[in-house]
């Protein structure tokens, strides 16, 4: 009785073909947005975890913050070479520490020019941001105790200035000075939030500080800890020995920052799993707008199927037979919309993260989960209809015109 009842369901289904398409219609948008949004949002996360380990997990990062003079604040102090020494020497947590300054400038070779960012720094910079050497090498040291007017290039710059053509001992003038280049950097080619990482240029921080900057400032004090799990006391060794050297009173605001790649990212994989939750809830009202459709359109089958449900009853159909027949109708259009979803939400988010150049992460749950919401909004908005079709009285359902 069971298989004949489904079988009826099933035909009911195919002589209306058209109609039980654009119904399961909002199933099928639904479930696919719902899995489109969740694979994208893992796939950035990824992403961001994947940029932030290539910066180093075991990075922190101190830069000057802003200073509070009482109702106004303005920009702190930078930091100097003592200050780095001082890390070097006094903070054990510490395995290389990298001081950086940077400069927007014009950089000309020949016939051609391009702007990038100018960063002064040492040899451990490339370690610490995890830079390899791609062409020629990075600095001696008495270039960088000399500070000799030579330079890294990055990808960019490369390709930018040189295009195919070996950069190794030409002279590039950087901003009003003239610089040679002894290397080339690995690529790292863009971050999750569309910065080109490898769009600079590197000379030695005192060649910076004498021909570029005219100061002796460092923007950034990059420190690699000893190990991943030393990040935290490195930090807090950091702060204490800045607020040492600045002069800083107890309970005065810091006015630096000390940033644990750690903890950029945690904050990065939390605002991403909120915004990741958050879309896949606005995909997953399409899910409940769906089963609203399915359910007037079983209500408007009922009613054209009224003297049809009256015959059955009266020729001893069961009224709970009717309820099954009418529920199997909705619940196979909802799990027909949820199959037809699925693929399209896979196919969708395939296409989009290959745009975005974001990994495609296929999260089985989510897949799971999404099949089986369909299934249910089906049980739920076809309960109603089917309840109606199953309470007709005969008599009255046979007089219906």
Same mark, same amino acid.
């Given at each position: 009785?069971?298989w004949a ?15 039980? +398409?654009?119904?399961? #219609? ?26 932030? =380990?290539n910066?180093?997990?075991? #990075?922190?990062?101190? *830069? ?5 003079? /009482?109702?106004? *604040? ?10 780095? $020494? ?7 947590? @510490?395995s ?19 702007? =990038? ?45 040189? /295009? ?6 030409a ?19 863009q ?9 600079? &240029? +590197?000379? !030695? ?21 000893v *190990? ?10 950091i702060? &204490?020995?800045? $607020? ?5 009173? !107890? ?5 630096? =920052? ?16 909120? #915004? ?7 995909? /997953? +009202? *399409? ?26 009853? @009266? ?6 037979e ?13 799990l ?22 974001? !990994? ?26 089917a ?6 009285? !005969?008599?009255? =359902?046979?007089?219906?015109?």
């Amino acid at each position: 009785m069971i298989w004949a009842t489904i079988l009826m369901a099933l035909r009911e289904i195919r002589r209306n073909t058209m109609r039980s +398409v654009l119904t399961t #219609l909002g199933i099928v948008i639904g479930v696919g947005s719902v899995i489109a949004m969740v694979t994208l949002g893992r796939g950035a996360s990824a992403r961001i975890t994947a940029d932030i =380990a290539n910066m180093g997990t075991n #990075l922190v990062i101190v *830069s000057p913050g802003t200073e509070r003079r /009482g109702p106004t *604040s303005g920009s702190a102090k930078p930091f100097d070479l003592d200050d780095v $020494r001082a890390i070097e020497r006094e903070v054990s947590a @510490a395995s290389r520490v990298a001081p950086a300054a940077g400069r927007a400038a014009l950089l000309v070779y020949g016939n051609k020019n391009h702007n =990038a960012t100018i960063t002064g720094t040492t040899n451990d910079y490339l370690e610490v941001r995890g830079f390899g050497i791609a062409l020629g090498q990075s600095f001696s040291d008495a270039q960088l105790q000399a500070g000799t007017p030579v330079c890294l290039l990055g990808a960019t710059v490369r390709k930018e200035l040189f /295009g195919p053509q070996d950069p190794i001992g030409a002279t590039v003038r950087v901003g009003t000075v003239p610089c040679t280049v002894v290397g080339v950097l690995t690529s790292k080619g863009q971050s999750t939030f569309g910065m080109d990482q490898d769009d600079f &240029l +590197v000379m !030695p921080l005192r060649a910076f500080h004498r021909r570029i900057a005219g100061n002796n400032d460092v923007a950034t004090i990059f420190v690699s800890a000893v *190990s991943d799990t030393a990040t935290s006391k490195a930090k807090q060794q950091i702060e &204490l020995l800045m $607020r040492e050297r600045r002069h800083m009173a !107890p309970g005065q605001q810091n006015d630096f =920052a000390v940033q644990d790649m750690k903890e950029i990212s945690n904050t990065l994989g939390s605002v991403t799993g909120a #915004l990741t939750a958050l879309l896949g809830a606005i995909a /997953g +009202v *399409s899910l409940l707008v769906g089963g609203i459709g399915i359910m007037n359109i079983m209500l408007v089958s009922v009613t054209e199927r009224t003297r049809e449900i009256g015959l059955r009853l @009266a020729i001893g159909a069961r009224g709970a037979e009717v309820l099954l027949q009418f529920l199997i109708e909705a619940v196979t259009l909802s799990l027909l919309g949820g199959a037809i979803g699925v693929v399209f939400g896979l196919a969708l988010s395939y296409s989009a993260a290959r745009a975005l150049t974001l !990994p495609f992460i296929v999260l089985p749950d989510i897949v799971v989960v999404a099949f089986a919401f369909s299934a249910t909004v089906g049980v739920a908005f076809g309960f109603l209809p089917a309840r109606k079709a199953s309470r007709l009285d !005969p008599i009255e =359902a046979l007089r219906h015109e």
